[in-house]
Nanobody, 126 residues
Framework: VQLQASGGGLVQAGGSLRLSCAAS????????IAWFRQAPGKEREFVTA????????YYADSVKGRFSISKDNAKNTVYLRMSSLKPEDTAVYYCAADRLGGALLNLRLGSTYHDWGQGTEVTVSS
């Protein structure tokens, strides 16, 4: 599966942004799509995930209530709507695909995911 992330940019604190992750290739293999982010000097962290078929969603506590993940199966695209953005949301955001349906226990681990997009940069100014 090939993933193409887009939609990043510069936004003021309190603003909103929508990221997109377009999938191509063997998309029938996709079980779950996740967004991770990596801020400068920090480790990559899980943000949110969505089940490709059922649509179950999962969020990191730090973004719950502010971020919303959704999907359009017809377009093979996952969206990340980010609202009430904070400077600490500044990071490069990556989408990733799980093709095997890893255990929920490992949902937040990067090693669970098999394919990664190139990342899109989000900068939130104070």
């Amino acid at each position: 599966v090939q993933l193409q992330a887009s939609g990043g940019g510069l936004v003021q604190a309190g603003g909103s942004l929508r990221l997109s992750c377009a999938a191509s290739g063997r998309t029938y293999n996709m079980y779950r799509i996740a967004w991770f982010r990596q801020a400068p000097g920090k480790e990559r962290e899980f943000v949110t995930a969505i089940s490709w078929s059922g649509g179950s969603t999962y969020y990191a506590d730090s973004v719950k209530g502010r971020f919303s993940i959704s999907k359009d199966n017809a377009k093979n695209t996952v969206y990340l709507r980010m609202s009430s953005l904070k400077p600490e949301d500044t990071a490069v955001y990556y989408c990733a695909a799980d093709r095997l349906g890893g255990a929920l226990l490992n949902l937040r681990l990067g090693s669970t995911y098999h394919d990664w997009g190139q990342g899109t940069e989000v900068t939130v100014s104070s």
